[in-house]
């Protein structure tokens, strides 16, 4: 088993191939900061590989010039060898992190700033000499000596107060919504003694299809938990338009908005179980959702983001309060969203865009490709944004896949087929008999079928397929289906199948992505070429395969280390808004800057769409290392 | 009958004697303005009196300078003999107006600036090329091609804006909350079409007797109506004190808030019915009430008002919402209070201030006595402001006294007691037969029984009294009563009875507010020779008679063109926050400035409470005036 060497303080500790660095470090007994728990979307558990090498996924928490020095996170990386690592302790940290760039990086590049603080005071008693009420005196203590301000209340804090003073012996806790634009301060909170060490936060992320959300303890600025769950609305359409056709009425528009906060809560519920945290300790949510998810969730009807020219009734929404919103929260909690651009290019984009550099380049073009259910693209640098919208549907989210399944225990992430048995050898999230399949299996399989020529480029299965590798007697209106897992090896006990309808939904997909790349450069007279990064957002597993995606044309063709894989940024902007201040002037910078292109109206974008529908595109020009591959020369 | 007589565009009219001046001009056929309806709170009404005389109570809106040169309060204003009046028009009427004084005067010393205003706006349509959302465009809209500001709203609000504009084809009426201490914009209510006439706003006091009201169209600044009811809370204790006792429990605090919200509501109704008014177009509310009222409309807990050291939860109410307060408002109406000084002086008597040049004084001292359940008492000038609060009882507002009524139709106003017969003849508001009899009736009878000798200075019943004009079989516990008129000329068929109680309960209420005066003065050294004003507010009837006030000692005896009557201060002051940023400033730097002297701690304050329980006090040379008729000799 390979050795694993830490600096400072020499430690070694001798793990399995393939465990995650990170886990080797706290197995060899060693301290490291890692607040989102390993998912990759802190960005605090950095360490530099000093000898040998290991498997990294780029999170896009790193410089191009930190990743030559050799610097991973630690969460995304996987032990393959005997490595020597260094770890940089916290005054270090501060040395390396990239100074004055918002874009990148999680809670180490400036200090914790939440829109909500708590604090204790010790407020003076009342006397005869102190006859000032419950509420001056707090707003004395507050002021601390200097001039006192008049403090905004709702009627229900204004209630507690008396109670919460002398319940504390005038030791209270007060929470306060930071005064961010000019508006005046807000005593949100009182409680007798001290709770100060009990403020927590949300960042959520409302996806079409998908909702996650990380529970944050914003007194220590570290993620206490993460979760998601599907989207309770997806049964009354998969995607954002049969979303909007189906809440016609007020009445639906109740409903849609019921499900999401269902959804949501049971998120929120069970974060604040796992951690044993009191959702009325929550005092602030920032949230990220595409524009349609938000009119939705704010019971807004979204009806004109459908019908041209397709406005919403809000990009910005002003900040509002938990009980206004539904969400289980404390009544006061501020609830703040990231600000959207159009109707078609939301929150969850302008959030995601702080999760990145491209916004802040100075002539380099970056590309940033967000494929969940619907795919945006925003294409630009330090000067100019641009970015569109197309209609991809769900399925690299597990959805509108016959077998899909969100990147949870049991999903097949990874497949490889092998080329002279047809078979599909899978690896399975958590091990054990897979479930489903997520988005980054769903890629890899079709990248394999197509690559070894069981299904051809206009993605229908080979005439060689067949046999125990397909399933035909699937009942009407279902064609066939290759077997990925025969019932014997799933955990259900059922075939897990991937069928020609299935090929065709990720061929639609894919190409509504590549399409919408491919024309928003032409509107601007470039090509692929220009692009020097490619930040690449979205549902996918954990795990996603850059040269499969390359295969399969739903990503260009460009050089590997042009690819920044960045998870779930809309939930990480979240985060970063939820707990930095400079986040949250940057995102509404960011929503200002963004040109928007509406593909609809376009017929070039017809033309680019088609093209592309074919595996991997019908211009193998465009797609030089795959046709090289397919000539059997060896891919660079 | 006396002739008016009416400059400039002579006209003139003939009109009976009592006529009030008001009257005769309407009935001249000419235009004046009067908002208040003629309640003497308004100040709009000036005319000058250029030939002859009017009978004229002060209302406070007048200098001594302008008194003396014939200006009077036309509503005021009584014709007696034939007279030549001349009316200002707008231009000259603001060159009258003293100048940059805030305390005095109403809506004619600065144009109105509500707190809540409406704005039409014609919204830009959303286009392909103009594809703001909804928001957006009215924020542009309403920056009128300056730079657009960041509107607040709360959800409800939002939720309305998609239909409202398209509905009124994005021509909306927007109301919006005056930013006036560095907070955001917010936008509170949006109506599709022009709807810009209808905004209306309430000045609201709430006292512990009785609740009054103004309706108040913000667009043309002008009262549409008045009106008042007992407190409901009074069946729960006639005075503060009792009303705290009581609110003992949550449950109790419930009930107390519901009864005042419904008093105060069915004002409001019936406001709106009369002037044809949706309670729903009701944007602002401004409110005065002592402190224990004002916590009690909130729901907050008046427990340590009553408690050593007497600390009020709040002194100024942050700004709060229709929905919260739960009066009959629109849902995001702005409901705002004028600041209380603390525990028993509240923001009924800052209120009261703005209506009086108490505080602006240069080195003139005044004093500002509110006469209403609770006495309150401000004594200074310019530099520096004191005030106390002593627990005074109903009687002046017609409770706690066995016949006793509010000011209105069917009130015995005036009593004259026939020296030989030793009968009352009264006079009533609007004429007919009594029901019962006002604080200034009660003042009267007080005084002229005294006078005629048929009550002595300690307010029993002389041996003289008997016969028809004293009623012995009154039932067990209740002793004999003066019939002030008998069954037969009354309105109920019933006596107006004035007993021994009654005039014990007038003795302690009028010794409390004298010896408050008293006590005041000499903790700095100073008498009632110091004083060159006094204001006199308080729920008496419409015309309080000051030599009878003098007489039964409440008054000070000091020359009669030191006094002057305000009326309803506490009204007329909400009223004036309504409509004006400067009222609404100034009473906020008054508040600031009182300092509170606690009455309870001091045995020198109960000697000059004991020595005033007399009439008209035990010390006759502070009343020399009283001593020299009670020696025959006539009165100067």
Chains 1, 2 share one sequence.
């Not at 005046?184 to 927590?200: C, V």
């Not at 075939?495 to 065709?504: M, N, S």
Request: glycine share 10%.
């Amino acid at each position: 088993m390979p050795i694993v060497a830490i600096e400072p303080r020499a430690t070694s500790v001798e793990v399995e191939v393939g465990t995650a660095l990170l886990d080797a470090i706290v197995a060899a007994g060693r301290e490291i900061e890692a607040s989102c728990g390993g998912e990759g979307t802190c960005g605090q558990c950095r360490v530099q590989v000093s000898n040998g090498a290991v498997e990294y996924v780029p999170r896009g928490y790193l410089d191009p010039s930190e990743l030559e020095q050799g610097w991973v996170l630690a969460c995304s990386s996987r032990v393959v060898e005997d490595i020597a690592v260094r770890m940089e302790d916290e005054s270090e940290r501060r040395a390396v992190a990239p100074a004055g760039d918002l874009g990148r990086g999680g809670a180490h590049s400036d200090s914790s700033e939440p829109l909500s603080v708590k604090r204790l005071l010790q407020v003076e008693e009342p006397s005869q000499e102190n006859s000032f009420s419950d509420l001056e005196r707090i707003e004395r203590a507050l002021a601390d000596g200097a001039e006192p301000i008049s403090l905004s209340c709702d009627l229900d804090t204004l209630r507690g107060l008396a109670a919460a003073l002398r319940r504390g012996a005038h030791r209270v806790s007060v929470t306060l919504a930071r005064a961010e634009s000019g508006s005046a301060a807000e005593l949100t909170r009182i409680e007798p003694g001290d709770t100060t060490s009990r403020s927590f936060g949300l960042a959520i992320d409302v996806g079409t299809t998908t909702c996650a959300a990380h529970l944050v303890d914003l007194v220590e600025n570290r993620i206490l938990a993460t979760g998601a769950e599907y989207n309770q609305q997806s049964t009354r359409g998969l995607d954002i338009i049969s979303r909007i056709n189906y809440a016609k009425t007020p009445k639906r528009q109740a409903e849609l908005r019921q499900l999401v906060l269902e959804t949501l809560n049971s998120v929120i519920d069970e974060l604040c179980r796992q951690s044993r945290v009191a959702t009325d300790d929550i005092d602030h949510a920032s949230i990220a959702g595409n524009t349609t998810m938000t009119h939705l969730l704010l019971g807004l009807d979204p009806e004109h983001i459908r019908l041209e020219p397709y406005t919403p009734t809000v990009n910005a929404p002003p900040l509002l309060r938990g009980y206004e919103v539904g969400l289980h929260l404390h009544r006061n909690a501020l609830v703040t969203y990231a600000p959207g651009v159009g109707s078609y290019v939301g929150g969850d984009i302008t959030a995601g865009l702080l999760q990145t550099a491209l916004a802040s380049e100075r002539e380099e073009i970056s590309l940033f490709l967000d494929v969940g259910t619907n795919g945006e693209i925003v294409v630009g640098n330090g000067e100019w944004l641009m970015a569109c919208a197309a209609s991809a549907g769900p399925a690299f989210e597990g959805r509108g896949v016959r077998c899909g399944m969100r990147a949870d225990a049991g999903a097949i992430e990874r497949v490889h087929v092998d080329p002279n048995s047809g078979r599909a050898e899978v690896s399975v999230i958590g091990g054990g008999g897979p479930k489903g399949i997520c988005g980054s299996g769903v890629i890899d399989l079709l990248a394999e079928l197509w690559s070894v020529g069981l299904i051809d480029s206009a993605g229908r299965f080979a005439d060689s397929l067949g046999g125990e590798l397909l399933r035909k007697d699937d009942g009407p209106g279902r064609n066939a289906a290759y077997i990925v897992v025969p019932a014997k090896a799933s955990a259900s006990g059922q075939d897990i199948l991937f069928d020609e309808r299935d090929i065709q939904s990720l061929l639609r997909t894919k190409a509504a992505v590549y399409g919408a790349c491919s024309f928003m450069l032409k509107s601007i007279g470039l090509g692929f070429g220009a692009v020097k990064r490619v930040y690449v957002a979205g549902g996918f597993g954990r795990f996603l395969d850059l040269e499969k995606s390359i295969t399969i044309g739903l990503l260009p063709d460009l050089p590997l280390e042009s690819f920044v894989y960045l998870g779930n940024s809309s939930l990480a902007g979240a985060h970063a808004m939820l707990t930095r201040r400079a986040a949250r002037m940057r995102v509404r910078e960011l929503a200002d800057r963004v040109t928007y292109l509406e593909l609809n109206v376009s017929p070039a974008y017809m033309d680019e769409y088609t093209a592309a529908l074919f595996l991997p595109h019908t211009d193998l020009e465009q797609f030089p290392s795959v046709k090289r591959t397919m000539k059997g020369t060896a891919r660079e």
